[in-house]
């Protein structure tokens, strides 16, 4: 990942629309489509299709949606236990209001443009805390307060398969087949058999004004990386949401499907979301000292021991769901210790651009299937946590991190996970009592559907031999 660049908040990516572009495309018969989207729980874009006039004369304003969508799993599933929602309440509904600064094309969807939204309550127009866009905004703005931006960056892993989505699911998710043979890591000649997918992706995804710096093949048979350029970050969170989304899109319309689940193969390598970060004072990099030896300024060595003090506390924001916790491995590349290093892959934490202006901390815990807003949340209230109280960085970790006996462990169960989660008092100060429980119960239900199914491997080690 390249260093940051100066902030650019103020000066609109090329591909993105203001609502009066808007406005001209549809009366020209450009646009007839706008997504309006907000982002769920597990980092999905949920929503509706509006014709494009109704959006642009009345829509723009607000809309609605079942306020249960803030309290479903992957399945849309309705689980009990939420103070938000339930059966008792009715389930009732939330204002969708669009952020007009997020207006772009589609440009893999004929005539179609999209926006992001804000969920609010439907009766007092307040910001739905759990709402991810707002735990995010409101750590941003505990930033602000103290005369800090936070520029982030997300890597996006993703396998791509020879099927398609529906003939996988057909056949039970059996006999999975990668789009290529062998480790294609950096390697140009595999993926430019490739190129049918990721060359639109890369070029529509510039289009609908996502910064995208480029694509490689990634250390597994079939594995892709995508890399988005460093931004402010809601931006960031924004552009991870809408690549992931595309991903699927542009893969389906080619026949083949993409996956982010982390680990669908016990003997292959799983996937991540690394996350790089840094904070600024305008366009001063505020983690920059050129007198240090690395380059770190004594906020930043701060900052990053609030990242490692607290790292099992947010663990279950970085890796959500049982499987999250299957590629955490030694010898993989996927981090089993929460210390820093300096340029070195084995490490929870890697210091990357030490010495420059570009110098930043790459989180290298979470996995491809995080929702990045709760992600970044997270990571940003305990570096915040760690600047107030003036935390110690400890040294780097030197060598193999994987044999450091003495280096503290990431949660290694999504049950762990939970637990450090609800326990947390850190981020129960950052975040408010009412999101921590909201998302420990997201935690708790993911565990008691897991603990509820027969599994194949058990049928097949105890069903004779048991």
Known sequence: MPPPTLLQTEIPMA???????????????????????????????????????NFVEHSHAETHCCNYLLATDLEMATPDGYASTSWRAGYGDYVMRPDLSTIRPIPWLEGTAMVLCDILDHHTHAPVPHDPRAVLKRQVARLAEMGFDAMMATELEFFLFEKSYDEIRKSGFRDLAPISGYNEDYHILQTTKEEGIMRPLRNHLYAAGIPVENTKGEAETGQEELNIRYAAALDCADHHTIAKHAVKEVAWQQGHAASFLPKWAADKVGSSSH?????WQGAAPAFYDAADALGMSQLMKHYMAGLIAYAPDYTFFLAPYVNSYKRFAKGTFAPTKTVWSVDNRTAGFRLCGYGTKGVRVECRIGGSDLNPYLAQAAMLAAGIKGIEDKLELAPPTKGDVYEDAKAA??????????????????????????????????????????????????????????
């Open 15 to 53: 591909g993105t629309l203001s609502f009066e572009q808007l406005k001209s495309q549809v009366t020209e018969g450009g646009v007839d489509t706008v997504l309006v989207c907000f982002v769920d729980m597990q980092g999905r874009l949920m929503g509706k299709r509006f014709h494009a006039a």
């Open 409 to 466: 462990d990431i949660p290694q169960t999504l049950r762990a996970a939970t637990e450090t989660l609800r326990g947390s008092s850190m981020l129960r100060a950052a975040m408010g009592d009412d999101v921590i429980d909201h998302y420990t119960r997201c935690a708790e239900w993911e565990q008691e559907e897991f603990d509820r199914v027969v599994t194949d491997w058990e049928i097949a080690r105890g069903f004779e031999r048991a």
């Open 275 to 279: 996350v790089h970060q840094s904070l």
